[in-house]
């Protein structure tokens, strides 16, 4: 039961983070600079090459953990603009990594790929968010 109220109050955080950052007014002037995009897999070989993704206005990052994850972001001041991440990692993972870039970053955007397209679906998966939001900068 103890377990079930830890998942629930993260959850719950979470969501107050992501309500928090997506509140925000932003300013969608259009936009040369080079974007900073952190791509979270389970596995190194899940993430694609950088030759594989579409965009070419974005600085690409990788990771497969939450010490990779805080590594990258201290690596780049906390200015990481976009962090896609894989269903490959356990969901208790991915919240303790969601849960690190909310506390540290009120700008960076987090999207999280369902599990029903598996692996596969993470290259199309990427390039449709960073087309989604860089064609529009």
Do not use: W
Request: glycine share 6%.
């Amino acid at each position: 039961m103890n377990t079930l109220y830890k998942k629930l109050g993260l959850t719950l955080t979470l969501l107050f983070c992501f309500v928090l950052v997506n509140a925000q007014d932003t300013d969608n002037t259009k936009s040369n600079e080079m974007k900073k995009v952190l791509i979270v897999g389970r596995l190194a070989a899940n993430i694609p090459n950088v030759n594989e993704i579409v965009v070419t206005n974005a600085a690409l990052f990788a990771a497969t953990n939450l010490e990779e994850v805080k590594l990258v972001f201290e690596r780049n001041n906390i200015k990481i603009d976009i962090v896609i991440m894989g269903a490959g990692i356990d969901l208790e993972n991915r919240l303790e990594i969601v849960k690190y870039i909310f506390t540290n970053s009120n700008s960076t955007t987090v999207h999280m790929k369902d599990k029903a397209t598996g692996p596969e679906g993470f290259l199309p998966f990427i390039n449709n968010v960073l087309k989604g939001i860089l064609d529009k900068n």
